[in-house]
């Protein structure tokens, strides 16, 4: 029998595995029979390798195949999700899912925690009092059944390996591997059991992939590999150069979301992306046939409450206030010390760091470095401004959320550094840059 290390070392040295090697090596992942330093030692060669297209195939579905796949045998509806590779400012799930679940699909969920800069919608939704994101297997497939949408985080019964793999990664360097992003985000939606996905990839300063010709690349590769392993999937390649809402922080965020769905107050940017990544699926899932009539449904779904109401619905029944959209100052937690902050000078924003607004709500202690860490769902910053704006002494770039004054100060001069201020107006790029079709990027307008 082939050893473990005969495959990383055929990897290693650049040669392309087998079906039944890339199998083995995952059997051995779920088991056990695989150590941790032979998975770093596969990461790293993988990185330094990458895959042909046959061996990402095959690793996504044999990932797949470690867990349990879901099946949803009698239901009216498609079943459809979205992923997004990460941003800040980017609740765009908890958005989309209740809008699609309104116009008749169903949505099962699975999303992860934030890392680094970058949110994640789990931390946003367990900000929530109550919120319950691991309600075992049996109980999501009948919240997705009973209330059309269920947002949860990865099972153990669900792609088993990747949960091994990621964590391994998460400490060797390997995160941004191409091949290893794909099979760890396709593994979990294929064992979702959907009828089609779309793909939210981002690129700029606060995106993992910071051109657009390399977020065009991943996206056009992502959705390779879904199609051929029969799922359905188009991209969208959206900006990262700003945040993409006014707030950056777990219970901010949800608070804003909250604002989108009742019709209080929806930033433009981020309006865009949920529009364009609803009205897609919606299509994908044989909701719409085209384009006029899928945003016709996004946007009375939004308009009329329906979107709102389904939100609603989905928090009562994974634990939540049942009257969250009503009252959501009443629940959500908030901040000992609430104050802007200005910039030195005046003039006109002209680009944002982003990733230092992100690294910013980390430092606030919103976010983690490491799986394990703990979080404060309170703080964050608000009201960001966007490029293009004004400002002056007196015009904040940002609201800090903080939970002492020490880490207020601190975060008030990272948060600065991520501001440049010019004497004219900056032109920020449009968020949406393209859409991936089947693997064909064509350019939006």
């Known amino acids: 029998m082939q050893l473990v290390e005969e495959l990383i070392q055929k990897k290693r040295d650049g040669q392309q595995l087998s079906q039944a090697e890339i199998e083995l090596f995952i059997g051995g992942v779920s088991s056990g029979g695989v150590t941790d330093a032979q998975i770093a030692a596969f990461t790293m060669a993988t ?72 949110g994640g919608t789990l931390d946003k939704l367990e900000s929530i009092p109550g919120f319950n994101a691991r309600p075992g297997i049996e109980r999501f497939q009948q919240m997705v059944r009973e209330q059309h949408i269920a947002i949860i985080g990865q099972d153990k019964d669900l792609a088993s390996a990747d ?37 939210d990839i981002k690129y700029g300063s606060g995106a993992f992939t910071p ?7 991943l996206a056009r590769e992502i959705c390779a590999v879904a199609c051929e392993a029969g799922l359905p999937c188009n991209a969208l390649v959206t900006d990262m150069d ?30 865009s ?5 609803s009205c897609e699926l919606l299509q994908l899932g044989g909701l719409a046939e085209q384009p006029a009539e899928a945003e016709k449904l996004v946007m009375n779904s ?11 619905k989905m928090v009562a029944a994974q634990g939540g206030p049942s009257d969250l959209l009503r009252n959501p100052a009443a629940f959500m937690p908030t901040a000992l010390i609430i104050r802007p902050v200005f910039p030195d000078g005046s003039g006109f924003i002209t680009a944002i760091q982003t990733k230092t607004v992100g690294t910013t709500v ?20 608000s009201n960001i401004s966007g490029v293009g704006m004004q400002v002056d002494p007196r015009t904040p770039l940002a609201v800090i959320h903080a939970a002492t004054e020490e880490s207020w100060e601190n975060a ?11 004497q004219s107006p900056g032109e920020g790029f449009p968020v949406i840059h393209s859409m991936v079709k089947g693997g064909t990027p064509d350019a939006t307008q």
């Open 163 to 199: 949960r091994r793999i990621y964590a391994v990664r998460d400490v060797t360097a390997t995160v941004a591997s191409t091949p290893l992003i794909i099979s760890s985000i396709l593994s979990k939606k294929l064992a979702e059991g959907l009828d089609a996905l779309v793909m």
């Open 302 to 312: 939004l308009d009329s409450g329906r979107a709102a109401e389904q939100f609603s």
């Open 211 to 217: 051109d657009p010709a390399g977020a065009v690349r």
């Open 47 to 118: 990185w330094f390798r990458g895959m042909h297209r046959d061996e990402q195939m095959a690793l996504t579905l044999a990932m797949r195949d470690s867990g349990k796949v879901l099946a949803w045998d009698g239901l009216d509806g498609p079943v459809l999700d979205k992923h997004s590779t990460g941003g800040v400012g980017d609740m765009v799930s908890l958005l989309l899912g209740p809008i699609v679940a309104s116009c008749g699909a169903y949505v099962p969920m699975i999303s992860g925690r934030g890392l680094g800069h970058t």
């Open 273 to 277: 992306v949920v529009l364009a990544l």
């Open 362 to 381: 980390v430092a606030l202690g919103g976010g983690r470095q490491r799986s394990e860490d703990a979080i404060d769902p309170s703080v964050g910053v």
């Open 242 to 271: 700003q945040p993409l809402a006014w707030s950056a922080g777990n219970a901010l965020e949800v608070l804003e979301a909250i604002r989108f769905l009742r019709g209080d107050a929806r930033h433009s940017r981020l309006m």
């Open 412 to 422: 008030a001069m990272l948060l600065k550094s991520a501001f440049s201020i010019g």
